[in-house]
């Protein structure tokens, strides 16, 4: 019997998919049914896996362990940008295949996959990990074998490679800005820092007390307290912050742990009617498990929110949405993600090569204009060009954008008077 229910959700998801790539302006991408791509032998000279019809890449994101609810929302966005990609032609002519790892929050395991994918699979870029633990685990092998990582995540910066490209804030764009936002919009003295106890939270927690103590007048640090990655149990936490009743606390939780964080201080008492609390590791895709009603009124220091009001977003939301589901979310690491693939295409259609060093060369000023936090650019220490926003946390899940910096942030991940 034909099923007449099936052709209006693709024809649907092919309209949304569209409207989408509609929306993105075409900087120097290929358009369908241009001359005929370059010679294989032409834009392949380190035997990566490229054929005449198609280039193959990997994926490497947290599918399975404490980090998936933090890092499924990369794997979609990552997906997305490769099906509108494929849509429009491909990149260089060749379709994008993808094969996709799962490094099951263990960090052994991710540079198990990394090998697998550059040594084994030969391909082309990886678009993946999302702590910086994984991050560190995996940058050994892609300097060693040449291989080429788009990483999506917010990360403590004082790191640089040829073989990265950091889509996601380094921690002087989004830390400073925050901190400088809350301490003259809240008149913020007493601050208490907390974080999941691994390498990007202690960073960022080192580079936040250097600002507090030594740029923001009369401020201090009241505490500081760390946690193991999973860890559920935040009484006594909760109650050390009662107990030193700081005008802020700052946060880079991760992970799982944030549901019962969150939750825990809720039934504490402690709510955004009596306490500052500002995040820089909670985004759309946390507050779906946290619960909006356990978050409410908080804020987070963010490049990008969903409630995001341009074009670009618009159509990058809708085709999300129709994709994944109209209950989707989409947070600061999974738009990040989002450009991931995009970037990629446009270096290497400038480069006229896939090969890894010619990709690196290429990418200086490399930009981006349909990106749906507005724009982006790649610096030549390949980080990004980006804005700083402050979003509060709404009942529904979403957040308010409450302040956004005027201009785009230069990245500078090896700050001066911070290491």
């Not at 989707?328 to 270096?347: C, N």
């Amino acid at each position: 019997m034909r099923d007449h229910a099936s052709p209006k959700p693709r024809s649907t998801l092919r309209r949304h998919l569209m409207q989408g790539i509609v929306a993105l302006p075409l900087i120097g991408l290929s358009a369908v049914g241009q001359a005929a791509p370059p010679a294989t032998a032409v834009v392949n000279t380190t035997k990566l896996a490229v054929t005449d019809t198609e280039v193959t890449v990997g994926q490497l994101h947290s599918a399975t362990g404490t980090m998936a609810i933090s890092e499924t929302g990369s794997i979609q966005a990552e997906q997305l940008a490769i099906d509108q990609i494929n849509a429009m032609g491909g990149v260089l002519g060749r379709k994008i295949k993808v094969i996709k790892e799962d490094g099951a929050s263990d960090w052994p395991t991710f540079a198990e996959k990394s090998k697998k994918l550059l040594i084994n699979d030969r391909v082309a870029a990886v678009f993946g990990c999302w702590t910086s633990a994984s991050r560190k685990a995996v940058l050994p092998i892609f300097e060693k074998e040449n291989g080429m990582l788009y990483y999506p995540t917010f990360y403590e910066g004082l790191e640089q490679s040829k073989n990265v490209i950091y889509t996601g804030q380094e921690a002087t764009q989004q830390i400073l800005w925050g901190l400088d936002w809350v301490s003259k919009e809240k008149k913020a003295k007493t601050y208490f820092l907390v974080g999941s106890d691994y390498i990007w939270p202690r960073t960022s927690m080192k580079i936040a007390r250097k600002h507090i103590e030594g740029h923001l007048a009369g401020s201090k640090v009241v505490g500081e307290e760390y946690y193991p990655l999973g860890h559920t149990q935040f009484n006594s936490l909760i109650n050390k912050i009662k107990a030193a009743k700081p005008d802020v606390i700052f946060i880079a939780v991760v992970g799982g742990s944030n549901v019962s964080f969150y939750k825990q201080l809720k039934a504490a008492g402690v709510t955004a009617a009596k306490q500052t609390l500002l995040t820089i590791s909670v985004t759309e895709d946390e507050v779906l498990g946290i619960g909006g009603e356990n978050m409410a009124g908080f804020y987070a220091s963010m490049k990008y929110f969903q409630s995001l009001d341009n074009a670009n977003n618009k159509a990058f939301v809708q085709a999300f949405k129709a994709k994944y589901g109209a209950k989707a979310v989409i947070g600061d690491v999974t738009q990040a993600a989002y450009l991931g693939p995009w970037l990629w295409k446009a270096t290497v259609e400038k480069a006229g090569s896939f090969d890894v060093d010619k990709v690196a060369a290429a990418s200086k000023d490399i930009e981006f204009k349909g990106a749906p936090e507005g724009y982006v650019k790649i610096h030549a220490n390949h980080h990004l060009w980006s804005k700083t926003r402050i979003g509060q946390a709404q009942a529904d899940g979403q957040f308010k954008v409450v302040a956004e910096s005027p201009d785009l942030i230069e990245p500078n991940p090896f700050p001066k008077g911070y290491q």
